[in-house]
C-alpha cells in the first residue's frame, strides 16, 4: 500500500543552527503535504503544509520544500531555538483513500543549548 | 470559534470493560478521523467519517472497535471488553474538507488496567 516514510527518528542539534526532516513518499497523485509539531503531552498542531503546484514555502524561520519527480518533500527549520523541541510529523495524501491523509512515523527534534 | 473537544479527557478502566470516547468536531467540518497514538509513538489510523458517506474503517484493530458520527456532527469511538495493550491517546480530528488542514482536539488518554 501507499506509504511515508520520514528520517531521522531523532534529530539533535545545536541551538541557533539549521534543522532539517525528510520524508518520501509513494504515491505519486498526493497533492498535499502538511508538517505538524507535537509538544509533549499536547495535541499535534500543523506548522506549514504545501500542495503540489508549488516547490518551496517560507514561514518565517521554517519552510518546506517539494520535489514531486523524486517524490519527497523537507521541513527546514532555521536558527533553532529551545520551544522548537518536539515531535514533527510530516504527511501525505493519498488518492487511492479520497485524498485522506498518510503519516509518517514522526521525528524527535532536540534542541541543545 | 471552539475547536476540536474531546471527553473524557482521561478515562481508567479494567480489562474487559466496554468505554466510549466522545468528539465534539468543529462546526461544519464535513470530514472527522480517530487516531491512536500510543507513548512515544505515531498517529496510528483508526476511522474516518467524510459527509453521508459510508466511513472508512480499514485503520480498525479489530472487531472490538467500532465507531459512529451522528447527524454528521458528534463522534463516538466504543472500545468492547478493552484488553491493556488499547492503552493509549485517542485523538480525534476534523477538517473542512478531505485533503486539507486537520486540527486535533486533545485527545482521550485510556488507561486499561
Known amino acids: 500500500g501507499e506509504n511515508v516514510e520520514q528520517h531521522p527518528s531523532t534529530l539533535s542539534v545545536q541551538e541557533g543552527d539549521s534543522a532539517v526532516i525528510k520524508c518520501t513518499y509513494s504515491?505519486?497523485?498526493?497533492?498535499?503535504f502538511p508538517w505538524y509539531k507535537q509538544e509533549l503531552g499536547k495535541r499535534p498542531q500543523l506548522i506549514i503544509d504545501?500542495?503540489?503546484n508549488v516547490g518551496e514555502k517560507k514561514d518565517q524561520r521554517i519552510a518546506v520544500t517539494l520535489n514531486k519527480t523524486a517524490k519527497h518533500f523537507s521541513l527546514h527549520i532555521t536558527e533553532t531555538q529551545p520551544e522548537d523541541s518536539a515531535v514533527y510529523f510530516c504527511a501525505a495524501s493519498i488518492r487511492g483513500s479520497n485524498y485522506q491523509l498518510i503519516w509518517g512515523a514522526g521525528t524527535k527534534l532536540i534542541i541543545k543549548p | 470559534g471552539a475547536g476540536v473537544s474531546q471527553s473524557p479527557s482521561n478515562k481508567v478502566t479494567e480489562k474487559g470493560k466496554d468505554v466510549e470516547l466522545r468528539c465534539d468536531p468543529i462546526?461544519?467540518?464535513?470530514?472527522l478521523y480517530w487516531y491512536r497514538q500510543s507513548l512515544g509513538q505515531g498517529l496510528e489510523f483508526l476511522i474516518y467519517f467524510q459527509g453521508n458517506s459510508a466511513p472508512d474503517k480499514s485503520g480498525l484493530p479489530s472487531d472490538r472497535f467500532s465507531a459512529e458520527r451522528t447527524g454528521g456532527s458528534v463522534s463516538t469511538l466504543t472500545i468492547q471488553r478493552t484488553q491493556q495493550e488499547d492503552s493509549a491517546v485517542y485523538l480525534c480530528?476534523?477538517?473542512?474538507?478531505?485533503?486539507?488542514?486537520?486540527?486535533f482536539g486533545p485527545g482521550t488518554r485510556l488507561t486499561v488496567l
Open positions: 480530528a476534523s477538517s473542512l474538507e478531505q485533503g486539507v488542514e486537520q486540527f
Open positions: 504545501i500542495r503540489s
Open positions: 504515491d505519486s497523485a498526493s497533492n498535499y
Open positions: 462546526s461544519g467540518h464535513t470530514a
